[in-house]
């Protein structure tokens, strides 16, 4: 992006949180092949907006994120639009990891690995959101951008994990619709059974104007009324 305002790489395995002005366009572009995003989305200057992802995925009858998606909060206010990506799916039904999914590939710590040091996504995302005065209370349902978590082939229609989904090079945007705390972590998905996490590079750029006729107004009647109320409480 070469009219960027910001640019930063997150390394596999860590944590980055921004605050990201309304019309802003922020990419997240996979580093490597199996990358993960965990992302967290609150309104900067409200404690009651943050991403509801039942009430997204419902009002938008999806069980994944994808463009022309809005990502909506409790209140429905339409936090951030999906504008773009080279991906048809992204996850938002699995979570983000805990020490537990990181157990099983055996024993870490700082004083041993250092930056390898291998942490989970709960980790990483409660280090970023203490640093903007916010803390347990603050974690909700994530979207893990680049991964695919589709119904499996058993009759109890278990959820199943389908590696190789993202490649280095593949990439979402979304236009911030009011002013945005953006938290994420690079950790594996909870059910990935590798620690092979890639990093992801984190651009902010100025989003283009749009009207009535933007696609993520048009998606659905709901897409729309999360878009007006963004405009209507934040204006």
Known sequence: MSDALLTHDVPGGAAWSALVRAGRELRLTAMGEGANCATLLYAAYDPVDRLNIPDTLKAQMSACVRPPMVLMSDRGVGLCSVTGSSLDWHDCVTGHSLDAHVARFGPSSYHADRNDWRRGARAGLLSELRKHGRGVADLHACVNFFTKVATGDDTAGSLAFVPGHAT??????????????????????????????????????TAEAYGEDDPSWTHRPESERALRAAKAVFA
Do not use: K
């Not at 059974?193 to 750029?205: I, K, N, S």
């Open 168 to 205: 280095a090079g593949d990439w979402v945007t979304l236009r911030s619709e009011v002013d945005l705390l953006v938290v994420l972590s690079t950790a594996p998905n909870p059910l990935d059974r590798r620690w092979a996490p890639a990093g992801v590079r984190v651009e902010v750029a």
